[in-house]
């Protein structure tokens, strides 16, 4: 017999940030159980439910009770059974006792290797639907775990939240054993409604109607997607019936739908002379606070009214709308008072008060923090634009953090920088410096906008090398999925600006100017190996680079030589044209006899001179000393093309640089097919091997061909 099963468990209200993750691990824990105990068909399908204050499933066509099965134990190999006068051994004896037979009723048979052993096959009863969920259930609900557990009552059991309810149907039948959950048993065919708008237990008939009676008579849509979707409905025509355009957010979005069991939208409105606040004030009040959606205007200016997703449907709602317009008044009241005492000082008084903040044991105080990334930015400015931008990112560097020290930034931390460009304005300072004050700290996520000037680009640059290099310098590397200082996402920052903002400054350098002005105990670490700095940086790019798509031996090729000492936006450039290259046939032959190339190298002693060197550092073979047409043929070609792609490297055509070095295919063959690299004459073959250096030299100006193939 097969049929739906229905299990359901109402608690109080859940952690609307974990609800997703809660439903979805109890629903794929109890499929899983159902699937490796066998008790599920082709035709099962898993629907999972979940509201404030429910998590529950449906599963169709489940078995109640498992199919019989051939079970089929191998014991000992009929060689070790016996002993040398064939007497049964230990082993076999053991065998059988495990069994629970005696040894005759063994039989002979082949192992997985082949070999000939014993066997004990039985078949073994199927268990019934409700004993397998007995002894799974309750150890599946203890590994469900939120970072606050609760217990209840006089019992010892604890959950996420309390529970008030639980019930297991199958079909239209409780599935009794008893099972008993945190104390309750499964023990009526009733569920319960929404906690305002129905009469609380509801009846039901078959677990396949449980969504649909919900819905009918318990005021409850129990599906969290379509709870979402009508959730969406309903703002959008709230808002546009306001003539407004909705601030698109998933998350609040997610939120709210998690909040609510039958949703329904109400617009408020707000007093418009709180308008006068910076309007990411308003919104992040309205968003984090009340769980509001604002609404913009055709320019993107907010309007003073929002829409209220609630859980009480009504025809009279303005005892709801008026509540909710009270507390937001008073949020923004604050707001208001915040950002009048915030302006009576200017951002330049602030910056001695930064010495009164320790930004790390080891590092010292906000202060000095702010003075190393002042310098660094100055630094990196004169390369990247000279001095006039080198003297302006100073100056935005030393204001950067003043606005931490705000009570705005105090009470809505993600503010940081927003608030500082507001602040700025008001003291008098230039849009393009108060932009830059605000952007310093882009891209804050993966997605974000990148600095809007250079300025900008100069400061977030020097910010997040600082942070990187001082926490790597005393030891505060990130480790696993542990990253408290968000050290990857920093790194990550580097990399975008550098390859999407076009810059032509390498690591290796801005590792050198940031590591310049860090404390005399970084500075001097001999433990501290900047190559560790330069190898995670590297590691983000590679992860960027694969993110667009690119071929991951094509990011070899060109990061490994040229990642440290070369700009990331010329290796932007360069990846594609090494991923088209390594796809044609002549591309293949020659990144395969690179390789060859380099190993022969290898196994001889010889150094492998990198491919970002000059020629000037490797020895010319001597033609005198060519014994064979082939080798005089690639030393000929080497010369003609390897000059030819060196020369239009230097012009930074790199695909033409690329694609010349096809031509070297045929000559590199013949040169293996017909060249024994290790002759007797020690002369000879030193010879050989720098014809392969130069040619290998040659071959990776543009991309180290070797790391092209596995």
């Known amino acids: ?37 066998f008790l599920l068909t082709s035709e099962s399908k898993l629907t999972s439910y979940v509201t404030p204050r429910r ?9 109640d009770i498992q199919t019989e099965r051939l079970i089929e134990r191998k014991g000992p190999a009929v060689t070790a059974a016996h002993d040398d006068l064939g007497r049964i051994t230990p082993a076999l004896q053991g065998f059988a006792r495990s069994c629970g037979v005696a040894v005759d009723s063994l039989k002979q048979g082949t192992d997985t290797k082949g070999t000939l052993c014993y066997i004990y096959k039985y078949k073994q009863p199927g268990q019934s639907l409700g004993e397998i969920l007995i002894s799974n259930l309750k150890d599946l609900l203890t590994k469900i775990s939120a970072p606050r557990m609760m217990r209840w009552g006089s019992g010892s059991e604890h959950f996420i939240r309390p ?14 054993e008893p099972i008993e959950i945190f104390g309750l048993k499964s023990s009526k065919l009733e569920t319960l409604g929404h906690r305002f708008l129905s009469n609380g237990r509801i009846a039901l008939s078959h677990a396949n109607e449980y969504e649909k009676i919900l819905l009918e008579k318990g005021f409850v849509i129990v599906d969290f997607e379509k709870r979402k979707e009508i959730i969406v409905e309903k703002l959008n025509a709230a808002s546009k019936k306001a003539k407004g355009n909705l601030v698109q957010d998933n998350i609040l979005l997610n939120e709210v739908t998690s909040l609510v069991e039958y949703p329904e939208v109400y617009m408020g409105e707000f007093n418009k002379t709180f308008l006068n606040i910076p309007q990411e004030c308003l919104i992040l009040s309205m968003k984090q606070h009340q769980k509001y959606f604002p609404l913009l205007d055709n320019k993107g200016n907010l309007l003073s009214r929002f829409l209220i997703v609630s859980n009480i449907a009504t025809n009279k709602p303005s005892t709801i709308i008026s509540g909710n317009e009270m507390v937001l008044h008073a949020r923004l009241a604050d707001a208001e008072f915040f950002y009048n005492q915030d302006r009576k000082k200017t951002l330049v008084s602030r ?64 503010l940081q ?30 997605g974000d906008d990148l600095p809007r000037n250079m300025v900008g680009v100069c400061v977030a640059l020097a910010d997040k090398l600082e942070i990187l290099i001082g926490m790597f310098g005393i030891g505060q590397l990130p480790s696993g999925d542990k990253d408290p200082f968000a050290l990857r996402r920093h790194a990550s920052g580097v990399i975008r600006i550098l390859i999407q903002k076009r810059l032509e400054i390498n690591l290796h350098e801005l590792i050198l100017i940031t590591k310049e002005y860090m404390p005399t105990n970084i500075r001097h670490n001999t433990k501290f190996d900047s190559m560790i700095i ?32 070369n700009s990331l936006a010329t290796l932007a450039d360069i990846i594609p044209m090494a991923e088209k290259f390594l796809s044609t046939e002549e591309g293949r032959i020659l990144a395969n006899a690179n390789k060859r190339i380099t190993n022969i190298l290898k196994k001889s002693g010889q150094d492998i001179i990198c491919a970002n060197y000059s020629l000037e550092n490797i020895d010319m073979p001597d033609p005198n000393l060519f014994e064979i047409d082939a080798e005089i043929n690639l030393w000929n070609s080497l010369q003609k093309i390897g000059k030819e792609s060196e ?50 030299a040659y071959m990776n100006q543009v991309a180290d061909l070797s790391l092209m193939v596995s």
């Open 55 to 63: 998590l529950a499933l449906t599963i169709t066509a489940v078995l």
């Open 417 to 446: 920088g927003v608030m500082g460009r507001y602040y700025a304005i008001h003291d008098g300072i230039s849009d393009e410096l108060a932009t830059a004050i605000e952007d310093h700290y882009k891209p804050r996520f993966s």
């Open 647 to 696: 020369a239009l490297r230097s012009e930074r055509r790199f695909s033409e640089a690329l694609s010349i070095l096809v031509n070297l295919a045929s000559p590199v063959e013949d040169f293996f097919d017909q060249v024994m690299v290790n002759a007797e004459d020690k002369k000879i073959r030193n010879n050989r091997f720098l014809l392969l250096q130069y040619g290998r």
């Open 1 to 37: 017999m097969q049929d739906t099963l229905l299990i359901e468990i109402i608690t109080e209200e859940l952690p609307p940030k974990l609800l997703q993750d809660l439903s979805s691990n109890f629903s794929d824990g109890v499929f899983n159980i159902l699937d490796q105990n």
């Open 534 to 565: 330069k190898n995670f940086l590297l590691d983000r790019a590679r992860r960027y680079f694969s993110d667009q798509g690119n071929n991951y031996h094509a990011i070899e090729s060109v990061i490994t030589p040229f990642g440290s000492v």
């Open 351 to 414: 910056i001695e008060s930064l010495c009164g903040v320790v930004y790390h044991s080891k590092l010292g105080t906000l202060r000095d923090r702010v003075d190393r990334v002042s310098k660094i930015s100055q630094k990196i400015g004169l390369h990247l634009g000279g001095k006039k931008i080198s003297a302006l990112a100073s100056e935005v560097a030393m204001l950067s953090k003043a606005d931490l020290l705000t009570e705005m930034v105090g009470e809505f931390p993600e």
């Open 163 to 176: 529970v008030h309810n639980f019930i297991m149907l199958y079909g239209e039948n409780l599935l009794y």
